[in-house]
Nanobody, 126 residues
Framework: QVQLVESGGGLVQAGGSLRLSCTASGRTYAMGWFRQAPGKERDFVAAITWIGGYTYYADSVKGRFTIFRDISKNTVYLQINSLKPEDTAVYYC??????????????????????WGQGTQVTVSS
């Protein structure tokens, strides 16, 4: 069982930046971030593998979001720049122990991740 603890959410003005953190109690093949706005489905944001640091991004966040990891701290970060009101959502950290082929085909789907954090709220004011 892997436990995930997120932090770093908050209220920020449009154009600002935030860095979300997710610390895992154990090591899996990959970790990712999803977000869920009120009344909407949970959407994929970004993912990264522990080995090699291969990254995956949703098209909607490329260029503004960066996912990276600190292996020594078992922590994955999501740097969010140029925040927009439409980025307002609960951001969830996820971890998956799937193989590389499965992740390559399903990195954007919750089925690739078996562990989830509690979520951290990000609110962007206009």
């Amino acid at each position: 069982q892997v436990q995930l603890v997120e932090s770093g959410g908050g209220l920020v003005q449009a154009g600002g930046s935030l860095r979300l953190s997710c610390t895992a109690s154990g090591r899996t093949y990959a970790m990712g971030w999803f977000r869920q706005a009120p009344g909407k489905e949970r959407d994929f944001v970004a993912a990264i593998t522990w080995i090699g640091g291969y990254t995956y991004y949703a098209d909607s966040v490329k260029g503004r979001f960066t996912i990276f990891r600190d292996i020594s701290k078992n922590t994955v970060y999501l740097q969010i720049n140029s925040l927009k009101p439409e980025d307002t959502a609960v951001y969830y950290c996820a971890a998956g122990n799937v193989n590389s082929n499965f992740l390559n085909r399903n990195f954007g789907s919750p089925i690739a991740y078996g562990y989830w954090g509690q979520g951290t709220q990000v609110t962007v004011s206009s």
